[in-house]
């Protein structure tokens, strides 16, 4: 299929999760207040983190492996023995540092230490399921996935509110169920292409983790960059500021779902060498505009819509409104760090986001005590937009690209 046929069906699936998981926020951060809502953002973003380090090898490596080499049963087989195994060693890693987290969780991570490496192991499980997809170029399946998950997500913390119930455990519960009946779904539509299961293969699973290896320090960066502001937050002003926070995030993250489908999009074409006559570039192009678009849209409609949708959060507002440059440079660059990393992720793919979470990070320390939430968001989107320049200067190194082309009408060859 065409790029933009698999984009059309990526788009038109991510709409819906958006809107799903938008409600699904609404709810949450309404029902718990900000305290509440502030601490399940910092609980999902260390399983996130947690499901990164251990698991983001296995599911890059995966979708380059399955896209060079046409072996997506060996591929498939890996990461079902894998995702056993890591229950084991999540749960024993949750269990002997519950105490050391109780900083970051709170007191309740010394009784719910379980649900960390619940949601660690789900959340692995589904996204190496896809990584399969991904490989193969199965985009309808791959795309499905994601609505499985959203769906059962928001369906458990309805029933969970309906029945008075909804705290931040069972909100945890329905996330760690919800992502795995996604990868039950995920490797239930491998099946027709993968095969009779046949207990892994050691050299592809050597050769995804070599590429996968250079992936994850990549990506884990990268998602500290997006993410440390949250720790730094309740570290300086408390889980209630992180609460506010997120309602911010929840419209970043809307503006980042198109540059995050277009690229997972590309990646299947250049895995497979089907990226001809520069086309991550005339992607990011049209990122850059719905970026600008999707910019403007939020910083004059931002108070009415979190009004609207938020209104206990009016101050998540001037935060969100610092992030806005920022966020353009971020699509921008994520498209081109896509075709970067369908490269074998070159050294920059690990400098560069290294450099902007350590800028990041620093900024973050000197302006939140400072400047508060807004600060927080100063900082990210300074910190995007160093990393967006340095993955865009790489990129015009390896096409051979000069600064006026990156913008320049005339197709480019």
Same mark, same amino acid.
């Given at each position: 299929? &065409?790029?933009?046929?698999?984009?059309?069906?990526?788009?038109?699936?991510?709409?819906?999760?958006?809107?799903?998981?938008?409600?699904?926020?609404?709810?949450?951060?309404?029902?718990?207040?900000?305290?509440?809502?502030?601490?399940?953002?910092?609980?999902?973003?260390?399983?996130?983190?947690?499901?990164?380090?251990?698991?983001?090898?296995?599911?890059?490596?995966?979708?380059?492996?399955?896209?060079?080499?046409?072996?997506?049963?060996?591929?498939?087989?890996?990461?079902?023995?894998?995702?056993?195994?890591?229950?084991?060693? &999540?749960?024993?890693?949750?269990?002997?540092? %519950?105490?050391?987290?109780?900083?970051?969780?709170?007191?309740?991570?010394?009784?719910?230490?379980?649900?960390?490496?619940?949601?660690?192991?789900?959340?692995?499980?589904?996204?190496?399921?896809?990584?399969?997809?991904?490989?193969?170029?199965?985009?309808?399946?791959?795309?499905?996935?994601?609505?499985?998950?959203?769906?059962?997500?928001?369906?458990?913390?309805?029933?969970?509110?309906?029945?008075?119930?909804?705290?931040?455990?069972?909100?945890?519960?329905?996330?760690?169920?919800?992502?795995?009946?996604?990868?039950?779904?995920?490797?239930?539509?491998?099946?027709?292409?993968?095969? &009779?299961?046949?207990?892994?293969?050691?050299?592809?699973?050597?050769?995804?983790?070599?590429?996968?290896?250079?992936?994850?320090?990549?990506?884990?960066?990268?998602?500290?960059?997006?993410?440390?502001?949250? $720790?730094?937050?309740?570290?300086?002003?408390?889980?209630?500021?992180?609460?506010?926070? %997120?309602?911010?995030?929840?419209?970043?993250?809307?503006?980042?779902?198109?540059?995050?489908?277009?690229?997972?999009?590309?990646?299947?074409?250049?895995?497979?060498?089907?990226?001809?006559?520069?086309?991550?570039?005339?992607?990011?192009?049209?990122?850059?505009?719905?970026?600008?678009?999707?910019?403007?849209?939020?910083?004059?409609?931002?108070?009415?819509?979190?009004?609207?949708? $938020?209104?206990?959060?009016?101050?998540?507002?001037?935060?969100?409104?610092?992030?806005?440059?920022?966020?353009?440079?971020?699509?921008?660059?994520?498209?081109?760090?896509?075709?970067?990393?369908?490269?074998?992720?070159?050294?920059?793919?690990?400098?560069?986001?290294?450099?902007? $979470?350590?800028?990041?990070?620093?900024?973050?320390?000197?302006?939140?005590?400072?400047?508060?939430?807004?600060?927080?968001?100063?900082?990210?989107?300074?910190?995007?937009?160093?990393?967006?320049?340095?993955?865009?200067?790489?990129?015009?190194?390896?096409?051979?690209?000069?600064? %006026?082309?990156? $913008?320049?009408?005339?197709?480019?060859?």
């Amino acid at each position: 299929m &065409t790029f933009l046929h698999n984009l059309s069906i990526n788009a038109l699936s991510t709409g819906l999760v958006f809107g799903i998981g938008l409600i699904n926020q609404v709810l949450l951060a309404n029902y718990l207040g900000a305290a509440g809502y502030g601490q399940l953002a910092l609980w999902t973003n260390v399983a996130l983190i947690a499901a990164l380090v251990l698991g983001e090898w296995i599911r890059r490596g995966s979708t380059y492996i399955v896209g060079r080499e046409n072996a997506a049963g060996a591929a498939r087989d890996n990461a079902l023995l894998y995702a056993v195994l890591l229950a084991a060693i &999540t749960g024993l890693a949750a269990w002997v540092g %519950r105490s050391a987290l109780v900083g970051i969780l709170g007191e309740e991570v010394l009784v719910y230490w379980p649900l960390l490496a619940l949601l660690t192991t789900c959340i692995v499980w589904q996204r190496s399921g896809q990584a399969v997809l991904l490989g193969l170029d199965q985009v309808r399946s791959y795309a499905l996935v994601p609505i499985v998950f959203i769906v059962c997500y928001m369906g458990g913390n309805i029933l969970l509110w309906w029945t008075e119930v909804l705290q931040m455990s069972t909100v945890l519960c329905a996330f760690a169920l919800a992502a795995a009946l996604a990868a039950l779904a995920a490797f239930v539509l491998l099946w027709k292409h993968a095969g &009779t299961f046949r207990w892994g293969n050691s050299a592809i699973l050597k050769r995804t983790l070599s590429v996968g290896s250079r992936g994850t320090v990549s990506v884990v960066l990268v998602f500290l960059l997006l993410k440390s502001d949250f $720790f730094l937050l309740q570290y300086f002003l408390g889980e209630a500021a992180v609460g506010t926070y %997120r309602v911010a995030v929840n419209f970043a993250d809307m503006m980042q779902r198109l540059p995050d489908v277009a690229g997972a999009v590309l990646l299947a074409k250049v895995v497979r060498s089907e990226d001809r006559s520069r086309l991550s570039l005339r992607v990011a192009r049209g990122v850059l505009v719905f970026s600008l678009g999707a910019a403007l849209f939020l910083l004059l409609l931002g108070p009415w819509i979190i009004g609207l949708l $938020f209104p206990a959060y009016p101050a998540s507002y001037a935060p969100l409104a610092w992030m806005l440059p920022g966020l353009v440079f971020l699509g921008f660059g994520s498209v081109l760090n896509t075709k970067l990393a369908g490269l074998g992720y070159p050294p920059v793919t690990q400098w560069a986001p290294a450099l902007a $979470f350590a800028t990041n990070a620093a900024l973050n320390i000197y302006l939140i005590p400072r400047l508060g939430l807004e600060g927080a968001a100063l900082a990210t989107s300074l910190s995007y937009a160093l990393w967006a320049t340095c993955i865009t200067w790489a990129y015009m190194r390896a096409e051979a690209l000069g600064w %006026r082309d990156l $913008f320049a009408l005339k197709p480019t060859t």
